[in-house]
């Protein structure tokens, strides 16, 4: 059937107003799996088995067999089939996912009464009500040309802002050899975490020149896609555009042109640490932990941020704009938890504005530090443990 054409916005809303319903209620491998499946149509990503199970799944995409793909895909299509039977039975559209294939389809519900057909009915009034008809549309226009903007005070200078607007995701650096089982794979190593690093360890270590390589696998966790989505979603309503890069993939030069959002974890991004140290007159990060200078009294704290549990994350998010007049929002956290419901939270309208409103925070530089609570790397909740402005 042919796609009629729906915008991305429009397309967005189904999709949110898919997940947000009961039959997705407590599916989160499904509610992710078409998030993720959404993102990849849109940016036109070619959508194979190997393909999902290296990006989604983190898995090998040179297996033999992807049943793993398979078996979740077919879940997502018999959700979306029960969601479509029950609660979306009067949807105007359908979303389709069709088999043999994973991109994303829009199709109109051909179910549904014409609406064509329900406005000529509507408009076989009386010619006594025209009138009153003219002044309400009047009243609506007059209330829609009036009406504020809307976009948070938080966001502003970098969504009305004419630099672009770069989101680096904190991914992680690897190099290719034989690993510790003696067989051909993919390094994590600490201490090496971009090109410099990499080629640094080959000048000390000469033997590893034959025995390792570079590779453009970077290794990123669910974290980013869950970040990228919401961030993305909430530019979308504004339409502005955020250029995706990972951490590891740039240099600092680049970092410093434009706007910046960084979401990630404290260690192993030495450089997105720099920034946020260098424009924090009360904050810096050191090693493992949080150093707060209390502006009022002048005694430092120390946070420790590696939490040893993966229910609780140690979060911070600050939102800095520079003396080069480029605005920085970092969101930082030591498990995918704490970036994740942090994005959520200052790209969700209601709590925008709550929070704005506790802290009088309009147009001002801040730092927040939170808790969040989860569970299998789904955020649950989201404490507010200090909020400072500057």
Do not use: C
Request: hydrophobic share 35%.
């Amino acid at each position: 059937m042919r796609e009629q054409k729906l915008t991305i916005t429009q397309k967005q809303q189904i999709v949110d107003a898919i997940l947000q319903s009961d039959t997705f209620k407590n599916a989160p491998t499904s509610i992710a799996l078409l998030k993720y499946l959404f993102e990849a149509t849109y940016n036109n990503t070619p959508l194979k088995e190997g393909v999902i199970e290296m990006e989604f799944f983190r898995g090998d995409p040179d297996g033999k067999s992807n049943s793993r793909v398979r078996v979740n895909v077919y879940n997502l299509r018999k959700k979306l089939t029960n969601y479509y039977s029950t609660e979306g039975a009067d949807d105007d559209w359908e979303l389709m996912i069709e088999k043999g294939q994973y991109g994303v389809k829009f199709r109109k519900n051909t179910s549904q009464p014409s609406k064509n057909v329900s406005l000529i009915n509507l408009f076989r009034w009386d010619s006594k009500f025209i009138p009153y008809i003219g002044l309400l549309l009047i009243a609506l226009l007059s209330y829609l040309w009036n009406a504020p903007e809307s976009v948070s005070p938080l966001w502003q200078k970098i969504i009305q802002s004419k630099q672009p607007t770069h989101l680096y995701i904190g991914d992680a650096f690897g190099y290719r050899g034989k690993t510790i089982s003696g067989n051909e794979g993919w390094t994590r190593d600490f201490n090496i975490n971009n090109v410099e690093d990499y080629l640094g360890l080959i000048e000390d270590k000469p033997e590893l020149k034959e025995k390792t390589r570079m590779t453009d696998l970077y290794y990123s966790t669910r974290m980013a896609e869950h970040a990228t989505y919401d961030l993305g979603r909430y530019f979308q309503k504004w339409n502005e555009e955020l250029l995706i890069k990972y951490a590891t993939n740039t240099s600092f030069t680049n970092i410093k042109n434009g706007n910046l959002i960084y979401v990630g974890r404290f260690y192993n991004q030495s450089d997105f640490v720099y920034l946020f140290n260098q424009y924090n007159p009360y904050f810096k990060i050191k090693d493992k932990h949080l150093i707060y200078t209390n502006k009022e009294t002048g005694i430092e704290n120390s946070y420790e941020t590696n939490s040893q549990d993966l229910i609780n994350d140690f979060t911070i998010v600050s939102k800095i704009k520079t003396s080069q007049g480029r605005t920085q929002f970092f969101f930082f956290s030591n498990h995918d938890i704490g970036v994740m419901a942090s994005v959520e939270f200052f790209t969700n309208t209601d709590s925008l504005k709550t929070f704005d409103k506790r802290y009088a925070i309009g147009e001002q530089n801040f730092t927040a530090v939170f808790i969040a609570e989860g569970k299998e790397r789904i955020n649950l909740s989201l404490k507010e443990e200090l909020v400072v402005t500057f």
